[in-house]
């Protein structure tokens, strides 16, 4: 019911608002950034976005519509009956595979920066070109003032209102980043939980430590290890409230939320936070103390856009598919733990799948050059059965894959090339 009077007390203040030139393109709305809204609350407020966009001129996808479809997808179901098949999406592989289902040809997005003063905000929308030749195009960038200390059913209404274009030059994001060296080390278990503010003006401050029961916890995660991302609401006393996962509603992130609200404490108050569960089992080690390391490349198909430019993709006979997920790192890694040498291999991997996304078969082609034994390609095999695809479209499909294994002793200089 409140969701309800939000939105309509929302809608009437966009009455007001003066019609701007958009793109003629249909358009998913998507979740308001910045806010650390939950779901239905963004719903409701992707609900006003999409009334505004409309009164523009703008065409746009139902929300109800379009979130009814996501959410069975983030749950693992299929969107057209709601038969759980296959392995939950997060939001953006949900969209990208359903672009044609939704009728969308761009993504409408909407986000809320502070400078750390809450009265120094602003609302950013864009319009940005989803598939055939608009892919990742920009086609609307604008910005207004976006007023923290009003409730949302006025700072919002009176932002769009007010939005024009982003001038040259600003609305970039900067890159970070390093390159690896040193020595070969071998990296012990770590288990790691890392807050973040989820609301746009406690941006510039440092999320308060919110710890977990540890026991409980690793329930929860898969041993060979993974990340998980979690929104959480925090009360007065430091509980946790109410948590949802940010990406697919996987049974591990589902388990870790009902952790946080039994066992979580925050010294930070009434605030919400996002939270990065990491989880890495230490590495494995051979008898004569060598790193073994695997990884596995899905990314096989070269294609090329309409600009003439030099894309990769997922080689799967079935495009549904192509958001398959391999077995972790360190599944494949204990199968190359008896290796007597320092050396790279790998081997040319195709998974079969049936028409619920469950791995049936298994074919590894070793390496000609650094052959694996029979031992080591059918433990390669058994984690590879492991593998797991979103809701096929065909009753059986197959993946591609390569698999690359690194064995190095420990305290060799990284930069140490292969023969």
């Given at each position: 019911m409140k969701s309800l009077v939000f939105v309509l007390v929302l809608q009437a203040a966009l009455a007001?608002?003066?019609?701007?030139?958009?793109?003629?393109?249909?358009?998913?709305?998507?979740?308001?950034?910045?806010?650390?809204?939950?779901?239905?609350?963004?719903?409701?407020?992707?609900?006003?976005?999409?009334a505004w966009a409309q009164r523009q001129g703008l065409k746009v996808v139902p929300v109800q519509k379009a979130e009814q479809v996501l959410q069975r997808a983030r749950?693992?179901?299929?969107?057209?009956?709601?038969?759980?098949?296959?392995?939950?999406?997060p939001r953006w592989s949900a969209v990208e595979r359903y672009q044609r289902a939704l009728g969308v040809e761009g993504r409408l997005g909407t986000n809320v920066i502070c400078d750390g003063r809450p009265r120094r905000c602003e609302l950013h929308l864009s319009v940005v070109g989803l598939g055939g030749r608009l892919d990742g195009e920009t086609l609307l960038d604008q910005q207004a003032r976006f007023d923290w200390n009003q409730p949302l059913s006025t700072a919002l209404p009176r932002a769009l209102a007010t939005l024009k274009p982003v001038p040259p030059?600003?609305?970039?994001?900067?890159?970070?980043?390093?390159?690896?060296g040193g020595k070969v080390q071998a990296r012990p278990e770590v288990l790691e939980l890392g807050t973040?503010?989820?609301?746009?003006?406690?941006?510039?401050?440092?999320?308060?430590?919110?710890?977990?029961?540890?026991?409980?916890?690793?329930?929860?995660?898969?041993?060979?290890?993974?990340?998980?991302?979690?929104?959480?609401?925090?009360?007065?006393?430091?509980?946790?409230?109410?948590c949802e996962p940010r990406g697919g509603d996987e049974p591990g992130s589902l388990c870790a939320c009902e952790v946080a609200l039994k066992s979580a404490r925050a010294t930070a108050r009434e605030t919400r936070a996002y939270l990065n569960i990491r989880w890495a089992p230490a590495d494995l080690v051979t008898p004569w103390n060598a790193v073994v390391s695997a990884s596995t490349r899905t990314y096989l198909d070269e294609y090329r856009t309409g600009k003439g430019e030099s894309r990769w993709r997922p080689s799967v006979s079935d495009p549904s598919i192509s958001d398959w997920e391999p077995p972790p790192d360190a599944a494949l890694a204990r199968c190359f733990v008896d290796v007597a040498t320092r050396q790279t291999t790998g081997a040319a991997v195709t998974v079969h799948f049936d028409g619920r996304g469950v791995a049936t078969s298994v074919?590894?082609?070793?390496s000609k050059k650094r052959p694996i034994s029979a031992t080591q390609s059918a433990c390669v095999q058994q984690a590879y059965l492991a593998a797991r695809a979103p809701c096929p479209n065909l009753a059986s499909s197959s993946a591609r894959a390569h698999l690359e294994v690194v064995v190095r002793p420990i305290g060799e200089p990284m930069s140490t090339p292969f023969d």
């Open positions: 007001r608002a003066t019609p701007r030139s958009l793109p003629t393109i249909t358009v998913l709305v998507e979740p308001i950034e910045g806010l650390g809204l939950f779901r239905d609350e963004n719903q409701a407020a992707m609900e006003v976005v999409s749950a693992g179901q299929r969107i057209d009956t709601g038969e759980q098949c296959g392995r939950p999406l030059g600003e609305g970039g994001l900067g890159l970070l980043g390093g390159l690896g973040r503010p989820a609301l746009a003006s406690d941006a510039s401050s440092v999320a308060g430590p919110l710890t977990l029961t540890t026991d409980l916890l690793k329930a929860c995660l898969n041993p060979a290890g993974g990340n998980l991302d979690l929104l959480a609401a925090v009360d007065a006393r430091g509980h946790v409230t109410r074919e590894v082609l070793p």
